[in-house]
């Protein structure tokens, strides 16, 4: 069983920056694809963005895509999510999830067996 820990929440202001991690433990780093969702208070959980287990493109939902990148360190079995121009529509727990094997990148909540706690991200305007 696969375990994730997020981390990199916080206060922000709206323009501001952050850098969520999420840390990957109990199987093969590698064979991961590891995913980031979101859920705001009243709202759905939604897809952020996936970050593919063998590198090659990432996926990103249109409201972040030129703001936010997903990137993996294989060497300390993490992939971080780096928001940029954060906007007070971007304010959300965010979770990041895990599903093993295989190479399509999956946007659906339901495909991935794997998640974390969750991190806040508040940002004020």
């Known amino acids: 069983q696969v375990q994730l820990v997020e981390s990199g929440g916080g206060l922000v202001q709206a323009g501001g920056s952050l850098r969520l991690s999420c840390a990957v433990s109990g199987r093969t780093f590698t064979q991961e694809t590891v995913a980031w969702f979101r859920q705001a208070p009243g709202k759905e959980r939604e897809f952020v963005a996936v970050?593919?287990?063998?590198?090659?493109?990432?996926l990103y939902a249109d409201s972040v895509k030129g703001r936010f990148t997903t990137s993996r360190d294989n060497a300390k079995n993490t992939v971080f999510l780096q928001m940029n121009s954060l906007k007070l529509e971007d304010a959300a727990i965010y979770y990041c999830?895990?599903?093993?094997?295989?190479?399509?990148?999956?946007?659906?909540?339901?495909?991935?067996?794997?998640w974390g706690q969750g991190t806040r991200v508040t940002v004020s305007s």
């Open positions: 970050s593919p287990r063998n590198g090659g493109s990432t």
């Open positions: 999830a895990a599903r093993s094997g295989g190479t399509y990148l999956y946007a659906s909540a339901s495909s991935y067996a794997n």
